[in-house]
């Protein structure tokens, strides 16, 4: 996982477990299950109770971005024989940028 700490400051505790992510102990987010063909950008943010939440409509707060890159598939076969199938995703590749939470 690629991880962009944005500004100075306490950041949230994540832990990260196999395909997923959980934040503060409190939200979990499985990648593998949000994965599209297509780039997946989340936000996680903390409303005005302090509680954290996915997306911005009801959050006041950033505490940290997911970036999912579009889903990549392997060719196998020829022709008529040719099969194409997801490959699982890699957490190498996603980006998790922090924000202070302060």
């Given amino acids: 996982m690629i991880i962009v ?3 100075e400051g306490t950041k949230i505790d994540y832990t990260v477990n196999d ?3 959980t934040f503060g102990g409190a939200l979990s987010v499985n990648l593998a ?4 063909d297509w780039p997946v ?11 954290l939440v996915i997306g911005t ?10 970036d999912i890159p579009e ?5 196998t076969g020829e ?3 040719e099969t194409v199938t997801p490959v699982p ?14």
């Avoid at 936000?43 to 509680?51: E, F, P, R």
């Avoid at 995703?89 to 302060?102: F, G, P």
């Fill in 19 to 21: 395909k997923t992510v």
């Fill in 89 to 102: 995703l890699d957490m190498d590749t996603v980006k998790l940028t922090l924000w202070a939470l302060e």
């Fill in 33 to 36: 299950e949000l994965e599209e």
């Fill in 5 to 7: 700490n944005i500004n």
């Fill in 79 to 81: 022709g008529e024989e």
């Fill in 57 to 66: 409509t009801t959050g006041r707060r950033y505490v940290a971005e997911i």
């Fill in 41 to 51: 950008h989340i936000d996680i943010c903390s409303n005005a109770a302090g509680a």
């Fill in 71 to 75: 889903r990549q598939y392997q060719t």
